[in-house]
């Protein structure tokens, strides 16, 4: 009953299936690597598929931004003058979704802030893959009293309502007044990335010690362990080529993981305030809460729906990421 | 089994104990109790602001932090709870009436969850990779997708303003949009709650019911390629005998795991949903003194939370012992 959702509770949301083992398919058609198959698998899955196109529009669009924005984050669509106002006009030809209270072009500051928000997200998933990687191949590896605190600490983490420990998490780094110049005034970008990477390594930790527990009993890492090769070269060589998969897909839940977290806290007035001249999802959604009983509904709905564009596309191709790279889950 | 039990409970006391301690540390320093006393009551005598801090254990220093800790502790124990700083109120009774309420919303959206999550998951993995299989796992992801306050503002949207102007006949439709009785209203109303009740099942629902959906698919389709199935079948037991009593009653036991995982963090209440509803539960309760910086409605809350946590995860594991009879404890 976590509405939101731990990065690391959707990651172990699937019940953990055993290692991926030898594909069947593989051995009638010769010579394709694991990583051809997989992709094989990959674009037969059509959902995953139109998701991907769609992102990477979505990307390449938001990128542009300067090109694609038809007015700057914080340019009025035109100057109120003459009697007619340019707050809150419905969609029309000079503002495609509608203006805001101030006379802003919504489809100009979605582009900017879906722009923010997929950096947050990204930034925050890559330090959680690589902090939760280091972490789970240690604990699986070694095992002993790390292994047990990691995993009780995890346990804890993920049946903890998540919003309710980034809200304390964030007040207490934020009145830590010499970790400040590290991590950044509390409204900064820079902090909410690290909030959400502070608790967005475990569920890959969890994912990535799984893998290490059941793939460190196989003979291929005996005989390298019996050629000589220290604990560094076969979690480098061995370990992490081989879980690769189910680490991608972890990132990919973190990702959205990470975004709809950032949307949540500004949705409540506690997310980023990412300076005069950006703006991001949460900001934006957060100000929908406001427009739901004054009938702008444009204000709620297309920040809302750019939101769940995101979240959707980053889960689908997450989705067929997981049936690519774990052939028991998808042939059933 | 009895020694697992023991063994566990006996670990849940330091764990309870480290983990409020982190959390009271946590909330002491993100929140400052004593300013936000002082924001909260600003015309406080000197002395009103010693006994606040003495009532509270809220010493200085780190050698404070432990010993105030303890303090709190001892007047927690012995339910002798300090007054929240807004109003000067008990802090219990509203608690108490915040987990019912919480209890409530959360309990009908689980059971419906389960029901049709299951239901739907199970429809999914009778034929995997058929096209009503990849329409149950795609429309479970879209709804997985959608974040809560999204679904709950836009259902706002719908039916505090939109169904009475386009509807205004429609009176059945008028679903209320925030609380959970009319103004004026007294006593209890199973017709009323059930209406207030309406929209923020489904916000939460919708999630949910993705995740069960999903869960039992997967569960399911585990059980299905079992070799103990195919002996099933190779015997003579009929497809319905062998779904019913062989397949589900398998695939079930990773749900009830959940489910037990669930309840527990129900506790916390839906803080998002509850918020946009204006729903007296535990998420609304918490925000508010989060807000307020209320440290002791905070920590009471925190406890409850934690502990339910713990207890549930302890249930979850034991349940599964029990169901599964090739666990032993």
Not at chain 1, 41 to 49: D, L, N
Not at chain 1, 306 to 330: E, F, M, S, W
Request: aromatic residues 10%; proline residues 5%.
């Amino acid at each position: 009953m976590t509405e939101l959702m731990n990065p690391s509770a959707v990651a172990v949301e699937a019940p953990p299936g055993a290692a991926p083992t030898g594909d069947a398919e593989g051995l009638s058609r010769k010579s394709l690597s694991p990583r051809q198959m997989a992709w094989r698998r990959y674009r037969s899955h059509g959902p995953a598929m139109i998701a991907t196109v769609v992102l990477v529009l979505m990307v390449i669009f938001v990128l542009l931004a300067p090109i694609t924005a038809r007015y700057g984050v914080n340019e009025a669509v035109f100057k109120t003058e003459g009697g007619v106002s340019n707050r809150y006009l419905s969609p029309r030809a000079e503002a495609w979704f509608g203006t805001d209270d101030i006379g802003r072009d919504l489809y100009s500051r979605l582009i900017y802030g879906t722009r923010v928000s997929l950096a947050i997200g990204l930034a925050a998933a890559i330090i959680g893959v690589v902090v939760g990687t280091v972490m789970g191949a240690f604990a699986g590896l070694r095992g002993g009293w790390f292994d047990d605190i990691l995993m009780r600490v995890t346990d804890i983490f993920l049946a903890f309502p998540f919003l309710v420990a980034l809200l304390v998490t964030r007040n207490m780094l934020g009145e830590i007044s010499w970790l400040e110049p590290i991590i950044g005034e509390r409204t900064s970008i820079r902090f909410i990335i690290l909030l959400l990477a502070l608790f967005g390594w475990m569920g890959v930790a969890r994912v990535v010690r799984g893998q290490v527990l059941a793939l460190k009993e196989r003979e291929f890492i005996e005989a390298s362990r019996a050629m000589g090769a220290g604990n560094r070269r076969i979690i480098i060589r061995h370990l992490l080529p081989n879980s690769i998969g189910p680490i991608l897909v972890a990132m990919t839940f973190s990702v959205v993981a990470a975004i709809i977290a950032e949307s949540t806290l500004g949705f409540f007035g506690f997310g980023p305030q990412p300076g005069a001249d950006t703006t991001s999802l949460g900001l934006l959604v957060g100000t929908s809460k406001e427009n739901v009983l004054t009938g702008n509904w444009w204000m709620v709905l297309f920040p809302c729906l750019t939101l769940l564009l995101v979240a959707l596309t980053i889960n689908l191709v997450g989705d067929g990421l997981r049936d690519a790279t774990d052939p028991k889950l998808q042939r059933g | 089994m009895f020694r697992f039990i023991v063994r566990r409970l006996i670990w849940a006391v330091p764990t309870l104990l480290i983990v409020t301690f982190l959390v009271y540390v946590a909330i002491r320093l993100g929140t400052d109790p004593v300013a936000s006393y002082r924001r909260s009551n600003a015309r406080a005598s000197e002395a009103k602001i010693q006994q606040y801090i003495e009532d509270n254990g809220l010493y200085e220093g780190f050698g404070g932090y432990v010993k105030g800790y303890f303090s709190w502790l001892g007047s927690f124990l012995s339910g002798d709870w300090p007054n929240s700083i807004k109003g000067n109120r008990e802090v219990w009774p509203n608690l108490k009436d915040a987990m019912a309420n919480s209890i409530r919303l959360a309990g009908i959206a689980s059971v419906l969850s389960i029901i049709i999550g299951v239901t739907f998951g199970v429809f999914a993995a009778l034929k995997p990779g058929s096209v009503r299989d990849g329409g149950v796992n795609t429309t479970a992801l879209v709804m997985l997708s959608i974040p809560p306050f999204v679904s709950a503002v836009i259902l706002q949207m719908v039916f505090a303003v939109y169904t009475r102007q386009w509807f205004p006949e429609a009176t059945w439709l008028h679903f209320p949009t925030s609380g959970v009785y009319p103004p004026g209203q007294h006593g209890f109303n199973l017709l009323e709650m059930l209406r207030y009740l309406t929209l923020p099942v489904i916000v939460v629902a919708i999630q949910t019911i993705a995740v069960y959906t999903r869960y039992m698919r997967a569960s399911l389709l585990d059980v299905l390629n079992s070799d103990y199935l195919r002996t099933a079948r190779a015997k003579g037991v009929s497809e319905r005998t062998v779904l019913v009593k062989h397949a589900m009653r398998n695939a079930m036991l990773p749900i009830v795991t959940l489910a037990a995982i669930d309840f527990g963090a129900l506790f916390g209440g839906l803080i998002i949903t509850e918020n946009i509803f204006e729903y007296p539960g535990m998420g609304r309760f918490f925000l508010t003194a989060y807000g307020n910086g209320d440290f002791p409605e905070l920590m009471p809350w925190m406890v409850i939370v934690v502990l339910a946590v713990i207890i549930f995860n302890l249930l979850a594991d034991l349940s599964y012992a029990f169901l599964d009879p090739r666990i032993r404890l």
